[in-house]
């Protein structure tokens, strides 16, 4: 099926560098999303994205987070000054569409912060 | 049930058991994904119900919706080893809002 890809896999860094996490969404899909999932909880939502915007972004996604799609080439998110409570896998989804529309997950990028 | 406090469930079965699990949700949806999660690997959608279905079948997937009482289920019939993987719910609250997942469902089959 559609894969998404996620680059890196791991990363590990001091607390308040930045990090920019990277997603390869599959090729046709206009909606982009991250999610967080820390170990043993569930997986939450953080922001979508389409058109080049930000459609809706949760509580999760403090100020220090951003997102962006520059000219079709990777979706990323940045985390800027990154801080203890940052260390989790985030996970980078895509979708055709919205409301039923299946949402693509990639394999995750572990983040640690020391 | 996935929503709520609660840790997430575990089961164990062995192969050729059946196993059910049960989600229930906070808020309308008009949409129930089942997403599973291997170890090391991101969730992968395995059915979808829509709030006009009440039951979708999917090989030996069956998945069902209820949305008077906010409950969803999965079951898996004749259970086999590489079914061992966590089960999640999760549901659309608003289109642009991505998905609420829950806890999840740790499935472990036994040979």
């Known amino acids: 099926g559609p894969k998404v890809l996620q680059i890196p896999s791991h990363q590990i860094i001091d607390m308040g560098q930045m990090v920019t996490l990277n997603c390869d969404p599959v090729s046709n899909h206009l909606y982009f999303y991250w999610y967080k999932q820390i170990l043993g909880q569930q997986m939450e939502f953080l922001v979508n994205?389409?058109?080049?915007?930000?459609?809706?972004k949760s509580k999760l996604f403090k100020d220090q987070f951003s997102v962006e799609r520059p000219d079709g080439s990777y979706f990323t998110l940045k985390i800027q000054p990154t801080a203890l409570e940052d260390s989790a896998v985030y996970f980078c989804a895509s979708s055709l569409g919205l409301g039923g529309h299946t949402q693509y997950f990639g394999p995750g990028t572990r983040l640690l912060v020391l | 049930s996935q929503w709520g406090e609660e840790n997430l469930q575990a089961l164990s079965i062995q192969e050729g058991e059946d196993v059910t699990m049960n989600c229930s949700y906070k808020?309308?949806?008009?949409?129930v994904h089942w997403y599973r999660q291997d170890s090391g690997r991101g969730p992968a959608l395995i059915i979808l119900i829509r709030s006009n279905e009440r039951e979708k079948r999917s090989g030996r997937l069956r998945a069902t919706l209820d949305t008077s009482s906010q409950s969803s289920s999965l079951s898996i019939t004749a259970a086999q080893c590489e079914d061992t993987a966590v089960y999640f719910c999760?549901?659309?609250?608003?289109?642009?809002?991505?998905?609420?997942f829950g806890l999840g469902t740790r499935v472990s089959v036994f040979p």
């Open positions: 808020t309308y949806t008009t949409v």
């Open positions: 994205f389409y058109n080049g915007k930000v459609m809706e």
């Open positions: 999760a549901t659309e609250f608003n289109y642009a809002q991505g998905l609420t």
